[in-house]
């Protein structure tokens, strides 16, 4: 964790700054309360030009790194301490409205997320991080499955991470798009996310080598009616399909809502007879095969 010990200095130093600043400082209208017992120091937002007041009680309670730094000896010559933070404005307000019980603005943009978490983590408070763990499962961030599998992984929420590994399976992680979310992940995280996509393409493509379906390289089957010769080469090309279609998109859905109706492949399968004339058995009845297709697809593993 890296670790950055805001500067402290008493507010009669900090006149010696005012030139520096592009404009007066002020406070936080939601942290501008004179209350507060004697220590309660003063947070500065990034750029120093707004502060905020906040009891000391709120901080040492809510965050052990406070309660460390607010427990040391203070100088007696200054009552006042205005401690210099890295966090923006708006970050800084978020955190402390989360740890003083205040109402909470909206949040709708991982970066936020990202900034509160980071934060939060920094000055070990275990509130934020609990509100962010909620929100996250929330809308508008459930569209962003890469985004939330990464923080659940970052920060141990397991059953958050198994959902979040579940949405992604919408995704092929060799999407372009979808790289860029990886990049955020952890090795052991990714490969946990690799593996789920893979093992739904292998899992599929063993199942449907399995009875009922026909076997591959069944070169000496005939036709229970009349017994003339069988190639089962339309169910082969189906079957490749499908494994194609679900190693782009893992989900499967595709497959089962369109794919084995509208596929050419489908269709030829589905009309597929025995080549003796007389027979013309339908090789495959397409109501029963489609059943247990989507029998297959959702007995595969679904998250980490
Ligand atoms: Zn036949």
């Not at 949040?107 to 996250?136: N, Q, S, T, W």
């Not at 004339?277 to 009845?285: G, N, P, T």
């Amino acid at each position: 964790m890296n670790l950055e010990t805001p500067s402290m200095q008493s507010s009669d130093d900090s006149e010696s700054d005012d030139t520096s600043r592009s404009q007066a400082p002020s406070f936080n209208p939601a942290f501008d309360s004179p209350d507060g017992d004697i220590g309660t120091p003063i947070l500065s937002a990034k750029g120093g030009n707004t502060f905020f007041r906040i009891h000391s009680f709120i901080l040492k309670t809510t965050s052990s790194w406070f309660r460390t730094m607010l427990s040391l000896p203070q100088g007696q010559s200054s009552p006042v301490e205005v401690i210099f933070m890295e966090e923006d404005e708006d970050t800084l307000e978020l955190l402390l409205r989360m740890i003083s019980g205040l109402p909470l603005l909206p949040i709708v943009h991982y970066d936020v997320v990202d900034k509160i978490l980071f934060a939060a983590e920094k000055y070990d408070m275990p509130g934020p991080i609990g509100v962010i763990r909620l929100l996250v499962m929330t809308p508008p961030f459930l569209d962003s499955p890469f985004r939330l599998y990464t923080v659940a992984c970052r920060y141990g929420w397991e059953e958050e991470a198994r959902f979040a590994s579940t949405q992604t399976l919408a995704h092929h992680l060799h999407d372009p798009q979808v790289r860029q979310g990886l990049r955020r992940l952890s090795t052991d995280a990714l490969l946990d996310l690799i593996s789920l996509h893979h093992s739904r393409k292998e899992s599929l493509r063993d199942r449907l080598n399995k009875p009922p379906f026909v076997a591959s390289e069944n070169a000496a089957s005939t036709c229970g009616n009349c017994n003339a010769p069988l190639d089962y080469h339309t169910w082969r090309i189906l079957k490749f399909r499908m494994i194609q279609e679900i190693e782009i998109r893992p989900l499967g859905d595709t497959i089962l809502d369109k794919g084995l109706v509208d596929w050419p492949e489908a269709k030829a399968c589905w009309l597929a007879k025995c080549p003796n004339r007389v027979c013309a058995r339908s090789l495959y009845d397409q109501e029963p095969t489609m059943r247990i297709i989507k029998e297959c697809i959702d007995e595969l593993p679904r998250s980490i």
